[in-house]
């Protein structure tokens, strides 16, 4: 019950397996890059033509995962272990990178407090003493606010007393004088 399409589809699917497998033997052969996107370019598939072929995909797999290099060669690293070092070193490089940003940072805070000191514009060495002196002051402001408040309310009062005196003798009865 084979027709001529489905006999065509695959004839086609058995020309990309073996474009696919001739790919993945030239890659594991040359060194080059191993991955279903590398691949799938080089045999000139999709690469959901890889995933829906699982045996094509397993074997991708398992080359990437094989040492390089000819066999017989001294020794021979896998890619896996290859892409684990590069991990590592670009882990260490950048735990170095934010280091030396630190260290260039404090660095940088040093000689600036340094030469603030130097050209007699930094904070003097006492800078307790100042602490001490601006509580102080401050405390005093606060006395003397306080001061100026109870002085203010004895004046409003006393004003008050003396309205309440001009009008009572202003509304009192005046005696007469007869001469």
Do not use: C
Not at 3 to 32: F, H, I
Not at 154 to 163: F, I, K, S, T
């Amino acid at each position: 019950m084979n027709t001529p399409m489905a006999q065509g589809r695959q004839a086609d699917s058995a020309r990309r397996r073996q474009r696919v497998l001739k790919a993945l033997n030239d890659a594991a052969k040359n060194g080059t890059e191993l991955s279903v996107s590398a691949i799938a370019r080089t045999a000139g598939v999709d690469r959901t033509f890889l995933y829906r072929h699982r045996d094509l995909l397993a074997q991708v797999h398992a080359a990437a995962a094989e040492p390089l290099g000819a066999p017989g060669t001294a020794p021979q690293v896998s890619r896996a272990s290859l892409q684990a070092d590069l991990a590592h070193a670009q882990g260490r490089v950048r735990r170095q990178d934010a280091r030396i940003r630190q260290l260039e940072n404090k660095l940088s805070e040093l000689l600036g407090e340094q030469t603030w000191q130097q050209s007699g514009l930094g904070a003097p060495d006492d800078i307790d003493q100042l602490k001490r002196q601006i509580t102080t002051l401050e405390q005093r402001s606060v006395d003397l606010a306080r001061q100026l408040d109870d002085r203010q309310q004895e004046l409003d009062a006393a004003r008050a007393a003396n309205r309440e005196l001009i009008t009572r003798l202003n509304t009192a009865p005046r005696p007469r004088h007869t001469t």
